[in-house]
């Protein structure tokens, strides 16, 4: 009898942890969370003059930027972030979108942004970006008087890549080493941002 029950014990001690790794996924990844600093998304034109020059691309699975005309998932130029998603907008030079990337911007902390459920997603278009341009309307606001670049506080950013995961970002700064306090001589178009990125196929967790 007391095999017997021992038995029972290792067996249900064996489902109950045969059942977790279920509950997370056989072979689960763990989330990817690292910093990029001075990524570099310089422009010509301006002040008056057409936008353009390429952008630079960065792709969430390797965590670096490339030259792949399709392992990407967002661009930057200038204070325009595209996605690997959608259509063109009609602006000079843009990308190719050739995967199913999209964004959305949600309020809160880099931390208490856990999952990307329930969130509506937009892409690139003939209507403009999925992450809005100008002050105020997507991640950034432009202050005439400093003429100074400077992320809203509380925007996370949060992305489906080309390939169906997800990611969220938190923008820290436009300028070249993050200044405490940008001004006029601070070297823009350099950015700083902190990501997560889960690689987990289907799962849309992201803590």
């Known amino acids: 009898m007391k095999k017997f029950s021992l038995y029972l014990t290792i067996l249900t001690v064996s489902l109950a942890s045969c059942s977790k790794d279920d509950d997370n996924g056989p072979g689960a990844l763990p989330a990817e969370s690292e910093t990029v600093s001075n ?63 999209a964004a959305a911007i949600v309020d809160g902390t880099f931390a208490s942004v856990t999952t990307a459920a329930g969130l509506t997603f937009a892409q690139d278009g003939a209507n403009g970006f999925a992450i809005p341009t100008g002050s105020d309307n997507g991640w950034y606001n432009y202050n005439p008087q400093q003429f100074t670049i400077t992320p809203i506080p509380g925007k996370i950013l ?44 289907g799962e849309d967790s992201l803590e």
Do not use: C
């Open 39 to 101: 990524l570099h998304a310089p422009q010509t034109g301006g002040q008056g003059e057409p936008v353009g020059g390429p952008f630079t691309k960065f792709d969430f699975e390797s965590g670096a930027t490339t030259t792949s005309d399709t392992e990407w998932d967002i661009a930057f130029r200038g204070t325009t972030i595209a996605v690997n998603g959608g259509t063109e907008t009609g602006t000079n030079d843009e990308p190719e979108r050739n995967g199913d990337a």
């Open 158 to 201: 949060v992305f489906r890549t080309r390939n169906g995961n997800y990611a969220k970002v938190e923008i820290l700064s436009y300028y070249r080493d993050n200044p405490s306090q940008p001004d006029m001589e601070s070297e823009s178009r350099y950015y700083t941002f902190n990501y997560l990125y889960n690689p987990n196929d």
